[in-house]
């Protein structure tokens, strides 16, 4: 499965930045998840999307991370409001289809100056 992860680069803090992430078309997707990983610390979910379109969030980018996609366009978003610098991370979309199989991009590189 393809997923091509897109729009990371340095934003100074309270800045914004749009993740893309390209998927290919068809997938019996399941879940969607944008997931980030900062040097030395513990992996984490950011936000994720069901095929129902719903939602959920990490509490510390509650109100100033936002997810969505575009079905027609098989375009996953993260649109990231009001960064701070611990948002540096790498982040990964990831797709997990319904049999059971989780799909992962490449990851892009958001780094948030103070």
């Known amino acids: 499965v393809q997923l091509q992860a897109s729009g990371g680069g340095l934003v100074q803090a309270g800045g914004s930045l749009r993740l893309s992430c390209a998927y290919a078309p068809n997938l019996p997707i399941n879940v969607m998840e944008w997931y980030r990983q900062a040097p030395g610390k513990k992996g984490e979910s950011v936000a994720s999307?069901?095929?129902?379109?719903?939602?959920n969030y990490v509490d510390s980018v509650k109100g100033r991370f936002t997810i969505s996609r575009d079905k027609d366009e098989n375009t996953l978003y993260l649109e990231m409001d009001s960064l701070k610098p611990e948002d540096t991370a790498e982040y990964y979309c990831?797709?997990?289809?319904?049999?059971?199989?989780?799909?992962w991009g490449h990851g892009t590189l958001v780094t948030v100056s103070s």
């Open positions: 999307i069901t095929s129902g379109d719903i939602t």
């Open positions: 990831n797709v997990r289809t319904t049999d059971g199989y989780t799909h």
